[in-house]
């Protein structure tokens, strides 16, 4: 039987209290927290005493696509013919990279938003899940979507990136494309099937892809009824890529669960996003970070007109009162650099100790996971990330994860004792 750990550093965030707490000891048993700055500690439990860091459960990312970017690949989005050039092993394979660099950022938790290229019908994002799962390789805790659902000519059809020419590229159902009532049902139905745990939509257009306007509806109001009822009744969320008002209305009228982006939305849409309790991932840094220079002249003006109205909405959403969960769509914003929408969130409105709920146990709760992720509690997984200083204060130090624990096993910086230990408050 392996012997408990006891984790010791000189303070934990309690994101529930929004508290710094002075000292840090929790004790691991397997996967699960067993105990938080008990009275006695196990004997002959193994310690790692992290000295003078702040311990935090593991981050987590709402929306992110590990077979697209990383190594080989410009920083950034758009990808040069990222939909044909790769075949589906490869890619998969250069995912484990992206996976290892996310969760050694301290994403212990990310949901892969959607598959928009070309499998055979595979889904990439599952087997990829699997393998982190079973211990094969390093990276998060993956809630997959498989194939984005989208109508021909979509945002998240693959054809549309590059405009790519009849024929080239030929989808299938299984890989996304579904038009009409009917198709979408079985698009839902074969995701499901084959092991995705939350379903993407494409319900409005997009910034980087030559589909319709950004703001333009896609789907109908039937089709995202369908589209939700499907995955409703197999106990699945559906979280819809949506940029225009109209669409963001449309998808809370059908009961979809989360709006991605959710850009041009107005102060009425707002509104009824905290009436209906609908989850907002708003993906706020790629509006100042996303390189954009290679992309066509066309993409480079929706990008000019959407993205400041992107800047201006979100104040409004935090204000209101929108449940906001933390998502970059990296590689629009590179693996391994989640944190920097942590200090965007900071920047548009909310305080630290909000942008790290955002991150933690708002996004628990929109993978309905929030009784076991998110917090430093009795009987919750051991995800647990250590920084230095006081992150309620200073939300940047979340760039600087010194240690990860991930299902009570250690991935990054085990060493013994870094510096002296000091409480903050």
């Known amino acids: 039987m392996t012997a408990p750990t006891v984790l010791r550093a000189a303070r934990w965030a309690d994101v529930d ?15 699960r927290i067993v105990a938080v700055n008990p009275a006695e500690v196990p004997a002959g439990a193994h310690e790692i005493d992290l000295g003078d860091l702040t311990l935090l459960p593991g981050l987590m990312d709402m929306e992110l696509n590990f077979l697209i970017g990383g190594p080989e690949t410009p920083t950034g989005l758009p990808l040069p013919m990222h939909g044909v050039q790769d075949d589906p092993a490869y890619r998969t394979i250069r995912a484990t990279l992206n996976a290892r660099k996310t969760l050694l950022a301290g994403f212990t938790t990310v949901r892969n938003l959607g598959l928009m290229v070309k499998t055979g019908g595979y889904l990439l994002d599952v087997a990829l899940q699997r393998a982190i799962d079973q211990g094969w390789v390093e990276g998060p805790r993956i809630i997959p979507a498989g194939h984005a659902v989208t109508p021909y000519g979509g945002h998240l059809d693959p054809t549309v990136f590059q405009r790519l020419a009849p024929g080239v590229m030929p989808l299938s159902i299984g890989e996304g494309i579904a038009n009409g009532v009917g198709e979408v049902r079985a698009c ?21 892809s030559h589909s319709t306007g950004p703001g333009s509806q896609q789907y109908s109001d039937e089709e995202l009824a369908a589209i939700a009822d499907e ?53 706020t840094y790629l509006t100042d970070a996303m390189d954009i220079e290679r992309a066509a002249p066309e993409l480079r003006k929706k990008a000019a007109e959407v993205f400041p109205r992107a800047r201006s909405m979100l104040p409004k959403a935090v204000a209101a009162g929108v449940k906001i969960a933390c998502g970059t769509d990296a590689p629009a914003v590179p693996h391994g650099d989640n944190a920097k929408e942590l200090i965007a969130l ?19 709760e929109l993978i309905e996971l929030d009784h076991e992720l998110g917090r430093l509690r009795e009987g919750c997984l051991a995800d647990v990330i250590a920084v230095p200083g006081d992150p309620f204060r200073d939300i940047t130090v979340t760039r600087d994860v010194r240690f990860v624990m991930k299902d009570g096993r250690v991935h990054k910086g085990a060493e013994s004792s870094i510096g002296t230990p000091i409480c903050l408050r």
């Open 17 to 31: 209290e929004e508290e710094i707490r002075c000292p840090a000891v929790i004790v691991v048993e397997g996967d």
């Open 188 to 208: 839902v139905r074969y995701q499901i099937r084959h092991g995705a745990k939350v379903i993407k939509v494409s319900a409005s257009g997009g910034v980087m």
């Open 231 to 283: 995955a409703h009744r197999a106990g699945i969320r559906v979280a819809a890529h949506a940029v225009g008002d109209r669409a963001v209305r449309a998808c809370i009228r059908a009961g979809i669960d989360c709006i991605e982006h959710g850009f041009l939305a107005s102060d009425e849409t707002i509104a009824m996003m905290v009436e209906h309790g609908t989850f907002l991932v708003s993906t």
């Open 346 to 364: 900071v920047e548009r409105g909310m305080t630290p100790v909000q942008a790290l709920r955002a991150a933690t146990v708002t996004s628990a």
